[in-house]
Nanobody, 124 residues
Framework: QVQLVESGGGLVQAGGSLRLSCAAS????????MGWFRQAPGQEREFVSG????????NYRESVKGRFTISRDTAKTTVYLQMNNLKPEDTAVYYC?????????????????WGQGTQVTVSS
């Protein structure tokens, strides 16, 4: 498994931006597909975005398309989630996840490694 540490969450007004980072402690970072998930209180964990091993394929949930951008830096073994035009409904704990299969899965159970999460709160 890979150790993942998220950062960059916080409180922001609607329309604002945040950039989440997820640092992975592995020398084989390029072997993993990475995903961002979120979980609001009382809700199930849901897929937000994912990126393939090479970074050549990305996927987003419909509600964040055009507002969020996922990227990865192999040299820094870090994956990012740039979040623009944030809305109150984006409020959740955001988790980074990794899967060794190298595919961008939507289902959380396909990912073997998880970070501890970072809180994102968007005020109206």
């Amino acid at each position: 498994q890979v150790q993942l540490v998220e950062s960059g969450g916080g409180l922001v007004q609607a329309g604002g931006s945040l950039r989440l980072s997820c640092a992975a402690s592995t020398r084989t970072f390029s072997m993993y597909a990475m995903g961002w998930f979120r979980q609001a209180p009382g809700q199930e964990r849901e897929f937000v975005s994912g990126i393939s091993r090479s970074g050549g394929y990305t996927n987003y949930r419909e509600s964040v398309k055009g507002r969020f951008t996922i990227s990865r830096d192999t040299a820094k073994t870090t994956v990012y989630l740039q979040m623009n035009n944030l809305k109150p409904e984006d409020t959740a704990v955001y988790y980074c996840a990794a899967n060794a299969a190298g595919n961008v899965f939507i289902a959380p159970h396909k990912y073997e490694s998880w970070g501890q999460g970072t809180q994102v709160t968007v005020s109206s």
